[in-house]
């Protein structure tokens, strides 16, 4: 096997280890006999679980990163709305398709140690601060409501987690993104989103 095979391996077998666990109970024992791997093999890829659990989060976060498309408002083909409605679908797609990752991030991500936390702090302020931005550029476009856009940044982040963390924990039938997506967006819609189901209008 190949080393970047055999790395990819020990990730998504210690990503199944800390979702079933949780990560203070996890071992590296847990992981190694997961990834059917000795522990020596381990240790010549990632310095402690710590490390195997730090580089989940990034590849996640870069993924999240990836998933999100920039709006654009002259694009007569497709509406705002729609434009909104796929971002939401991708991005619940990715958080819901992966719930080993999803319950790790909502329920260990944070207590590991104080620089680890400030790290990833650090990346959820940077995500706030991002939806803060686009909010602050709908308001600038007439397709959010007046109000503090990092209050809104907030108060949407929250009830996504929440969301997220309730479909994840408990169930096992795969929640329907499809549905999922459309409540998120009228949610959204009745509360500071201001658009219309039509493309705009040619010049």
Do not use: C
Request: aromatic content about 8%; overall charge negative; charged content about 25%.
């Amino acid at each position: 096997m190949e080393k970047s095979e055999r790395r990819a391996q020990i990730l998504s077998r210690a990503k199944d280890v800390f979702a079933r666990h949780g990560y203070h109970a996890a071992t590296v024992e847990d992981i190694v006999a997961s990834a059917g791997v000795a522990r020596g093999t381990f240790y010549l890829y990632f310095e402690d679980k710590r490390a195997v659990f730090a580089e989940l989060i990034e590849r996640f976060l870069t993924r999240m990163h990836l998933t999100i498309q920039h709006i654009d408002t002259s694009d007569p083909r497709r509406s705002v709305a729609s434009q909104v409605r796929g971002n939401i679908q991708r991005i619940l797609g990715l958080f819901l398709h992966d719930r080993a990752m999803t319950k790790i991030l909502l329920t260990d991500a944070l207590g590991l140690d104080a620089e680890f936390d400030r790290k990833l702090r650090a990346v959820y302020d940077e995500i706030y601060n991002l939806l803060a931005e686009s909010l602050g550029d709908g308001q600038q476009l007439g397709i959010v409501a007046a109000g503090d856009t990092r209050v809104l940044a907030w108060l949407t982040g929250g009830a996504l987690k929440e969301l997220l963390y309730q479909s994840v924990s408990g169930q096992s039938a795969e929640p329907d993104v499809e549905r999922l997506t459309d409540q998120v967006f009228e949610f959204l819609r009745g509360g500071y989103l201001r658009l219309s189901d039509s493309p705009p209008a040619a010049s």
